[in-house]
DNA sequence: TCGATTTTATACCTTCCGGTACAAAACTAG
DNA sequence: CTAGTTTTGTACCGGAAGGTATAAAATCGA
């Protein structure tokens, strides 16, 4: 029974494109036409296809989620305590500062989205945040190896801090040989 | 010889409401109708008064280091290393989380301001924080209490690392309560 | 009181935003 | 080939953005 003209995209594709755009100039700072352009399609299709541009960003961070920043939930299968925070903190320095993705993280910079019009944005970044700073407590309520007095909820709180942190530095310019420094030296600081 | 009708407003605590406004709502996400309201002018005296939106914004900025912000220009007369460090640390846990003023720091939500008309307040918020990080790392070359092989320019990137967490996670909605363990676990960790 | 000068208030300008109506095009089923 | 269906391209909509022209209002020196 369906018929109908074929699409002339992959849809998947055309996805990717966005995240990088959203990525690279935020939410607010991209325009319809920002995305029709990188995304080679037109409007109408892209309003067909994923709904409009609040939806579009959803799936977007859902993707992002699953593909760059997958290291974030794979970080958490490591067997020691130790060995997640530092695939964690290592993690986000190579995610912020690659050569071929926008610099920073899309759920930092998305929390920072302003203006009326862009509150449920924020809040679906902060919503995935919590989330994931929910699996990582959980995860290092397990560890057997933390230094004695650290408490799982409040070094979960650090490790996003400093990650957070580092997301911030990317987007400031700091380059990706300085981060790993950085990270060097906070793993050092919390692990001895 | 300057005659003229006087100027019905007091420009140093219209400036305070454009500062609280940037800091709350962000550069991008602010417009002109809420400048106006909140500083409790019309249009063309803003723009006699302070140039334009993005003038404004400079002079808004200044105003923050200056005020809210200024804790962290006084943290580098402490006497040692490790002073320095907690009160920039603790420093940012109360700025950001205050409760007469917006969550965050305005310096790194100006970081992330996207789109093309932006460009110059992003340029604007990153050489104010780079100054910044010059300041510390020059302070603590100075220090002789920082524990062995703690570089200075790493260990000032990485405390400002820790205080950019800070206010991504304040914007994020964690509360002070919860921040100050956090700083406290972090302090433990760079000073035992 | 009378110009000269500066600020006020209103109304407007252009441009771009997110979103959509509509008709031509490209397909499948019969 | 036709009927039905979906996507494509273009052109458009109402609204809000940043910024400004203009004239009334309020002060000064003379």
Redesign the interface.
Known sequence: MPGGRPRSFDADAALDRALEVFWR??????SLSDLTAAMRINRPSLYATFGNKEELFGKALARYADGPAAHAGEALEASTGREVVERLIRGAVELTTGDDTPH?CLA??S??????D?TPVRHKA?AH??AAEVALRRRLEQATDLPP???PD??A??V??????????A????GRD??R??A???L???FG
């Not at 996003?160 to 530095?169: K, L, R």
Request: glycine share 14%; charged share 20%.
């Open positions: 100039q935020g939410y607010e700072g991209t920073g930092v910079n929390v920072h989205a302003c203006g009326p862009s902060v945040r919590k007095g650290y408490q409040t070094l709180r650090l996003h801090t400093i990650t957070d942190g580092i997301a911030v530095q987007v400031s310019g700091r300085e981060l420094h950085v060097d030296l906070a050092r600081a919390l």
